[in-house]
């Protein structure tokens, strides 16, 4: 008789601590929602940055549109992509570190 008084407390408790395991750590629980909310943030700071390269992208494509056609824009697109320069054009090469595995050295 005395084992049967304890009998529904005890699945109480059971029940409980399971439910309250699973609003901890469950798929759905507190931690998952804390990920959610970091990587929620990571991925506020990448849009933000993809908002950026957008509209430099659309500035671009709009001096190139062909009622406000920029020259200067064109020509620096066309050299750039076609790797050209003007003969009197002064070009800048930036000199690169010596390859410490160059042909010169003895292996």
């Given at each position: 008789m005395r084992f049967r008084a304890f009998i529904f407390p005890l699945l109480a408790l059971g029940a409980g601590g399971?439910?309250?395991y699973h609003?901890?750590?469950g798929d759905h629980g507190l931690t998952a929602r804390a990920d959610l909310q970091r990587r929620a943030?990571?991925?506020e700071g990448e849009?933000?940055?993809?908002?950026?390269?957008?509209?430099?992208?659309e500035r671009d494509?709009?001096?190139?549109?062909p009622d406000s056609l920029d020259p200067?824009?064109?020509?620096?697109?066309?050299?750039?992509?076609?790797?050209?320069?003007?003969?009197?054009d002064l070009v800048m090469m930036k000199r690169r570190p010596p390859?410490?595995?160059g042909p010169l050295v003895k292996r």
């Open positions: 399971y439910f309250g609003l901890q750590n943030a990571v991925l849009l933000e940055g993809l908002r950026e390269v957008r509209l430099r992208i494509v709009a001096l190139l549109e200067d824009m064109l020509d620096e697109r066309a050299r750039a992509i076609l790797n050209l320069a003007h003969p009197g390859d410490p595995t």
